[in-house]
């Protein structure tokens, strides 16, 4: 493969003074040609590779350019590796290849086995099992047009189902709790705005530039205010339901009942999102108290019935 081809004369270049393009045409079996190709696309990356011709002449790298490998521990390079290639399955992009194949240029040839087995240690795979389809081009066109300076145009569907149509300079992805957000500056509300990329639709770059504006990052830890809403309720689960709910509470608020139950200290907010977490387990979770939300809980379940008995 050509990737793995350039990742090698890089590390050849980097161990190596001077080489010449027909020993390593020899070396990978290609054409001198070939060589020459591979070394432009490497020079395009930002590896800067220069060339002398006669006696003794072939390609290297510029020495102010070249980092001592011992710089990095095994920890450090697998680290990066890790990071880099988990990014790379769900934001894909020129930069990402050549960031990875700049890293692997400072492995060393016999560590190399021993660093890829600590990044292969920790998989980080963001793409989603199913689901919305735009997602990974969505984060594409957008991650363009950042770097563009580039306004999107798109709809946008609110948490009560309301549509309008926006135009936005985007300045920052953000992905959290498994979601993908986008941070923009809203020509609609004339404010900045956390957009969740699955509430946007028709999202297309235009080709009108903005100036960026100063702007802070969106506040993303709402752990206080959580905190300060959040109240405790007792809800009796089915086993076959247990790992659904470890998802939201830690299994210490877990006490068994019988056989098949527990008894669970469930963390809740009085809001449409958190009956909308009880009625997803389904007849296998009860709300035991307080007395308020299973009287709610059984108003919204009846209402739902009475829209199949129609």
Request: glycine share 4%.
């Given at each position: 493969m050509k990737i793995d081809?350039?990742?090698?004369?890089?590390?050849?270049?980097?161990?190596?003074?001077?080489?010449?393009?027909?020993?390593l045409a020899d070396r990978f079996e290609v054409s001198p040609r070939t060589i020459y190709r591979d070394i432009d696309t490497i020079n395009m990356a930002g590896i800067p590779v220069r060339s002398t011709s006669g006696v003794g002449g072939g390609f290297e790298i510029m020495q102010e350019y070249k980092v001592d490998k011992k710089v990095f521990s095994t920890a450090d390079l697998s680290a990066i590796l890790m990071g880099l290639s988990s990014l790379s399955s769900m934001v894909r992009g020129d930069e990402l290849v050549n960031a990875l194949a700049k890293v692997r240029s400072f492995i060393p040839a016999d560590r190399a086995k021993d660093i890829e087995l600590h990044a292969n240690q920790i998989c980080i795979d963001l793409r989603p099992w199913m689901g919305n389809r735009n997602i990974q081009p969505y984060l594409e066109i957008i991650k363009t047009a950042m770097q563009e300076n580039k306004l999107l145009s798109f709809i946008y569907t609110d948490h009560h189902g309301n549509t309008t149509t926006r135009k936005a300079e985007p300045y920052q992805l953000v992905l959290k709790n498994s979601h993908w957000y986008w941070q923009g500056y809203c020509h609609t509300r004339n404010d900045f705005r956390l957009f969740k990329l699955s509430r946007t639709s028709?999202?297309?770059?235009?080709?009108?530039?903005?100036?960026p504006r100063n702007h802070q990052k969106p506040q993303l830890d709402v752990t206080d205010i959580i905190a300060t809403m959040q109240t405790h309720i007792k809800i009796r689960i089915h086993a076959s339901v247990m790992d659904r709910v470890l998802d939201y509470c830690p299994y210490e608020q877990f006490s068994p009942d019988g056989d098949e139950h527990f008894i669970v200290d469930f963390p809740f907010i009085e809001n449409d999102y958190h009956y909308d977490i009880l009625l997803g387990f389904g007849n296998q979770c009860e709300c035991l108290e307080p007395l308020t939300i299973r009287s709610e809980m059984k108003r919204r379940i009846d209402a739902m019935a009475t829209i199949y008995e129609r």
């Open positions: 081809r350039l990742v090698s004369i890089i590390m050849i270049l980097l161990d190596t003074k001077i080489i010449g393009a027909q020993e028709k999202l297309q770059m235009q080709e009108e530039h903005f100036t």
